[in-house]
């Protein structure tokens, strides 16, 4: 049976001066060690927001079979308004407890009153649900959602479109943001996925309070196993099968929005601040090391007013200098060195930048704490103008096995020496993702540990390295962009680096490539079209295998609309003619075609593998399968895996609209390569993105080569 203790924390008042009023609180839990009378220690730690002067409310409830005495550390005041009016201030609260795992974990708190508000929202109340059995896929207790908010948001009426909270986890679950109260908010939609705020409508000017409880829920099934061994089944996360699934865990967020007066205009870096590289991008994950000072640097301009201060939400001891660099540019540095008692937390940080009338958008991002620099490794990134590389120094990571690290795409393995780990890849490949840093556009990638799927145990120190490469954005590129994509280039531990190189010929010498500035590459209905594979490796033995090629309406291999040229190995395609040439190419002609309906491009994407030379096992030596081939293991020794590689788009047209065509042709601009590549990804990426959210939901349909050609 439940019992409730009732624990008094007596009252700490950091500043001098009334109270005004609570605007907001957010709570993040970390487990602690576990011991063996099946006890658990556990950590909250609790901002809390409010106008005026920060005090902490005095009264947390914990209710447990056994909650023990709750240890408080703080609360101590992370971050003020410095301004005469003392608009803002936030502290923090460390929360410890050594709590029975039979039952779940209830922290609550309320208090009286909340901000004067546009609802008459009066009295707050804070929960907090953890359970504190083990996971089997982690063999550790859950670990809560982690999210913050500055203080004291506020936007003008006509600005607000959106606000993005964070909404991460530290065992990679699923999390959603539920309202307690979305009815006081008729004109805002919260869409819990993603955790972010949509304005439906106008909003009255004012202070709007929301109250959200962030949930986690796992990926794929798991068990839960208290102290007493009873253990109970979370089914993996789909609301298809449960639409009312039970959470993990549950975190309290709150905070409040001010509502302006309408202003003149908007715009971004003008009327209010934006930020600038190397500001992290929301959402960014921060690696850092006890007892190392880890330096989060800021950086935003604001042509029309001066930016008077950063509003941090950050972790208590986080230290703030600023420092103007002119032309409106202010850089903050937040210093941060973690002590052993923050080892193993996940600490949301969030930050805004401020003129006396405006702020900037909300940033929130993740610092994660480890033993030593060890797990973060020592790495060196290179950036090229086509591809990434990173050379991960070996002894930084002791006791890391390198061969179950991969990068963020899982077919995209790494290759070492004795000394280091190195991988290669092209900003298309690999799982790269690009992001808009606002001046620079920006490819990550990430190298993981990863766990066999049925391992028993789980090594503790999982690797995460992130790294980045950042490219100028030009003005002029944004307008215009280049289809053709550049090669293809991959890592993995028995083959190293190796690249892919697709290109459309001009005739079958295939010595003369379509010029990248030419796509999409005109060609007319029933014209012989001359294409071709190149593989790049610096082994002598290897050969290259193409498995498939399909032709698809838009860039992307699993587009719904296909047509297969190659499967399985086979040549499906009668037009299809392959020329010899040496094992490490592959060149054909096809006959031109369109996919009938408002299709005007065409792409072909082929699944390549390179395999040792003189393997009898390997899916090289097999050819054409006429039947889809059993289930077989790769041997990793022999081949790589499959990458898909495309290239377009072709824009076929019959003899008659070809004028029309040359002028839609006629509104590409010629940019240099390098610069040119980075917009189209990043064009293509969308596309992408876009294709698979459209197209996931359809199911596939393949052609027959009679329905591809239109008629007119
Ligand atoms: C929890 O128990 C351990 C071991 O008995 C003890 O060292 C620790 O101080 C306790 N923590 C709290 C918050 O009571
Ligand atoms: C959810 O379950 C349905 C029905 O079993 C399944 O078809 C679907 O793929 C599942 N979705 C995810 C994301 O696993
Ligand atoms: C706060 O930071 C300073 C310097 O970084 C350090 O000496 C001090 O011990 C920290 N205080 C706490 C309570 O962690
Ligand atoms: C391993 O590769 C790295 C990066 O290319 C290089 O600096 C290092 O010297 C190489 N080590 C050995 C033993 O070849």
Request: proline share 5%; charged share 20%.
């Amino acid at each position: 049976m439940a019992c409730t203790a009732v624990l008094l924390l007596v009252s700490f008042a950091l500043t001098v001066g009334p109270a005004r009023g609570f605007s907001g609180g957010s709570m993040t839990f970390t487990p602690g060690n576990s011991y063996p009378d099946g006890l658990v220690e556990v950590h909250f730690y609790f901002r809390e927001s409010s106008s005026g002067s920060c005090v902490s409310h005095p009264s947390w409830t914990c209710e447990s079979v056994t909650c023990g005495d709750i240890i408080y550390a703080g609360p101590e005041l992370t971050d003020e308004d410095r301004s005469a009016e003392r608009l803002w201030c936030q502290s923090e609260v460390h929360m410890t407890a050594n709590v029975s795992s039979n039952a779940p974990v209830i922290l609550s708190n309320s208090g009286c009153c909340w901000e004067d508000n546009v609802h008459s929202a009066g009295e707050w109340s804070l929960q907090a649900h953890v359970d504190t059995g083990r996971r089997s896929d982690t063999q550790s207790p859950n670990r809560s959602p982690v999210s913050a908010a500055i203080p004291y948001i506020r936007i003008p009426q006509n600005c607000f479109q959106s606000l993005h909270l964070l909404a991460h986890d530290p065992d990679g679950d699923v999390v959603r943001c539920k309202s307690d109260t979305s009815s006081d908010h008729p004109n805002v939609n919260l869409d819990e996925d993603s955790c972010t705020l949509h304005r439906t409508g106008s909003l009255d000017v004012g202070l709007h309070v929301f109250e959200l409880m962030l949930e986690d829920y796992p990926v794929s099934e798991i068990t839960v196993t208290n102290s007493d061994g009873v253990s109970s089944v979370k089914d993996a996360f789909n609301l298809t099968v449960n639409s009312n699934p039970t959470a993990l865990g549950q975190v309290p967020l709150q905070f409040a929005v001010e509502i302006l007066a309408p202003v003149q205009s908007c715009v971004p870096g003008v009327d209010k601040p934006s930020f600038l590289t190397p500001t992290p991008i929301h959402g960014d994950v921060h690696h850092a090391a006890v007892g190392h000072t880890h330096e989060i640097l800021l950086r935003a301009q604001s042509s029309g007013s001066s930016i008077l201060d950063f509003q941090v939400s950050g972790p208590f001891n986080m230290s703030k200098t600023l420092r103007d660099e002119g032309h409106g540019v202010t850089v903050a540095t937040l210093t941060w060195t973690p002590q052993e008692r923050d080892l193993h937390r996940h600490v949301p940080v969030c930050f805004t930048a401020e003129t006396l009338h405006s702020q900037s958008e909300m940033i929130c991002i993740v610092v994660v704490v480890a033993k030593a620099r060890v797990l973060t490794g020592e790495a060196e990134v290179i950036c090229g103008s086509d591809s990434i590389s990173i050379v991960v120094n070996k002894a930084s990571m002791e006791g890391i096995d390198q061969n179950w690290l991969q990068l963020r795409d899982p077919t995209c393995s790494l290759a070492s020496n004795d000394t280091h780990i190195l991988g290669t890849m092209s900003l298309n490949t690999c799982g790269t993702t690009v992001e808009d840093s606002g001046d620079f556009m920006v490819f990550k990638n990430e190298i993981n540990s990863f766990e066999t799927p049925n391992a028993v145990i789980t090594r503790r120190n999982q690797v995460k390295i992130g790294f980045s490469c950042q490219y100028p954005k030009l003005a002029s590129v944004s307008s215009h962009y280049v289809n053709h994509k550049s090669d293809y280039i991959f890592t993995e531990s028995s083959f190293g680096t190796f690249g892919y190189s697709f290109e459309v010929y001009t005739d079958n010498s295939f010595s003369s490539r379509v010029d990248p500035n030419q796509y999409p590459v005109e060609v007319k209905l029933m014209e012989t079209l001359y294409m071709g594979v190149e593989a790049h490796s610096a082994l002598p033995k290897v050969r290259l295998f193409i498995e498939s090629c399909r032709a698809t309406a838009e860039d992307n291999p699993y587009s719904a609309v296909y047509y297969d040229i190659i499967k399985d190995g086979c040549i499906l395609d009668e037009t299809v003619t392959v020329y010899p040439s040496d094992s490490m190419k592959y060149d054909f002609e096809i006959q031109a075609f369109k996919f009938t309906g408002r299709f005007d491009e065409v792409y072909i994407s082929c699944s390549v593998i390179l395999c040792a030379e003189g393997s009898p096992n390997s899916r090289c030596s097999q050819g054409c399968l006429s039947q889809t081939p059993s289930r077989r293991r790769r041997d990793l020794n022999q081949e790589t895996a499959r990458h898909y590689i495309i290239q377009g788009p072709l824009r076929v047209s019959r003899e008659t609209q070809h004028a029309a065509d040359a002028s839609v042709n006629g509104g590409f601009v010629h940019i240099s390569t390098s610069t040119g590549v980075f917009a189209g990804l990043f064009i293509i990426t969308i596309i992408v993105l876009v294709g698979l959210l459209v197209y996931n939901a359809k199911k596939s349909r393949g052609l027959d080569r009679t329905h591809l050609l239109s008629s007119f």
